[in-house]
């Protein structure tokens, strides 16, 4: 996949964010972006979606805001 740099920017800016425990603010998205903005997202916190199995663990943790 080839990632556009804006929207790879606007998800780190997004995960700083929450990190540093500021409002993280989501930007209008195309549709054919979100994979892009979801997949820098669970890559800069260590959070795959698969690994919780369907347990809905929380992404806190893997934010260090727990």
């Known amino acids: 996949?080839?990632?556009d740099p804006q929207t790879v920017a606007?998800?780190?800016?997004?995960?700083n964010a929450?990190?540093?425990?500021?409002?993280?603010?989501?930007?209008?998205?195309?549709f054919s972006q979100w994979?892009?903005?979801l997949s820098v997202i669970n890559a800069e916190t260590g959070y795959a979606?698969?690994?919780?199995?369907g347990l809905?663990?929380?992404?806190?943790?893997?934010?260090?805001?727990a």
């Open 49 to 53: 979606a698969e690994a919780d199995c």
């Open 10 to 15: 606007q998800a780190k800016a997004f995960v």
């Open 18 to 30: 929450l990190r540093a425990g500021k409002r993280a603010r989501v930007p209008a998205l195309r």
């Open 35 to 37: 994979q892009q903005f």
């Open 56 to 65: 809905a663990v929380s992404v806190y943790p893997a934010l260090g805001l």
């Open 1 to 3: 996949m080839k990632l």
